[in-house]
């Protein structure tokens, strides 16, 4: 059994390192504290910083992310030392990178009791990202081999393509990280969906972890709404509705943690004794590449 954390993160105007640096570490010290092992924050979280900004800057949609490319060493140091310091596994979210060929990638980072252990890039962008925000998308996915297990991340959007999670699941990975950050409710069922369409597909456990709250001061962060929540396949020893736990609000006022109980054996145990065997029964022929049409 392991316990989960997964961060409905309020969007708070943090306007100096030390104040940001104050939160981000009384946060995962609070769900350290209650016995989380694994600890997940949205996509963006790390756009937060941000609000060190002058207004004009943070204000501006190309200007915020130039500005806050300073400051990643100084994030990176930070949560691999709560990592190390806590004795946890820390996915803080992601955020904007600009990369050596002058472009910009949205990248997630995972931390453990051990120190960096690499990051994951978003691969298909939404219209905002592409259009507006000029952020391009990355390539390949990575599976995380942890001493609670095999993870993969899909950030966001990348929830909603079947083929993303299929080839984690058949890299071994038995649990999906999901941070997402969604303005929309109707944003927010998406990404929801998807995740627990990918928890069935594949057998799997997917937590999703959403920033919620109003932020006027930022383009991108503006306005967000999302629940909390830990998907599993609807089998045996498992709830019926294949959700595991839920935040109880859509929109809180301030940040807070679900902590939920997985036994991962559980999960692993549905694919050979349970009712249905759909990570089994896909068959290669559902490929793209060797779908024909009749």
């Known amino acids: 059994m392991i316990r989960l954390a997964a961060c409905q993160y309020h969007i708070d105007l943090l306007q100096s390192w030390e104040a940001y640096a104050a939160h981000l ?5 609070d769900a350290a504290g209650r016995g989380a092992q694994l600890l997940l924050l949205p996509e963006y979280a790390g756009l937060v910083l941000s609000g060190q900004l ?13 500005g806050i490319q300073p400051l990643l060493p100084a994030w990176l140091d930070l949560c691999e030392g709560l990592a190390r310091r806590l004795g946890v596994y820390l996915q803080p979210g992601s955020l904007p990178v600009l990369d050596g060929d002058g472009r910009y990638r949205n990248r ?10 690499g990051s994951q890039d978003k691969l298909i962008m939404t219209r905002f990202e592409r259009e507006q925000w000029r952020i391009d ?22 929830n909603e393509f079947p083929m993303l999670a299929r080839r984690l699941a058949e890299a071994g990975a038995d649990l999906i990280l999901a941070p997402s950050c969604t303005d929309t409710e109707a944003g927010f069922h998406r990404v929801r969906i998807g995740a627990q369409a990918r928890a069935l597909e594949n057998q799997v456990a997917v937590l999703q972890a959403p920033t919620v709250g109003l932020a006027p001061w930022s383009p991108a962060l503006d306005e967000n709404i ?34 939920c109980d997985l036994d991962l054996d559980g999960v692993r145990r549905v694919r050979e004794q349970g009712q249905v065997f759909t990570r089994r029964d896909w068959p ?11």
């Open 25 to 29: 570490t009384a946060l995962c010290e």
């Open 54 to 66: 002058a207004a004009a800057q943070r204000g501006d949609l190309q200007a915020s992310i130039a």
């Open 108 to 117: 997630a980072w995972l931390f453990g009791p051990e120190g960096n252990l």
């Open 137 to 158: 998308g990355g390539a390949g996915l990575r599976l995380f081999d942890t001493a609670l297990g095999r993870l993969g991340i899909l950030i966001c959007y990348d």
């Open 226 to 259: 999302g629940r909390a929540a830990l998907y599993v396949p609807s089998d045996y020893g498992l709830p019926a509705s294949g959700v595991l736990a839920e935040s109880a609000e859509l929109c809180p006022s301030a940040s807070q943690w679900l902590l």
């Open 284 to 294: 290669e022929q559902f490929d793209a590449a060797r779908l024909e049409l009749r």
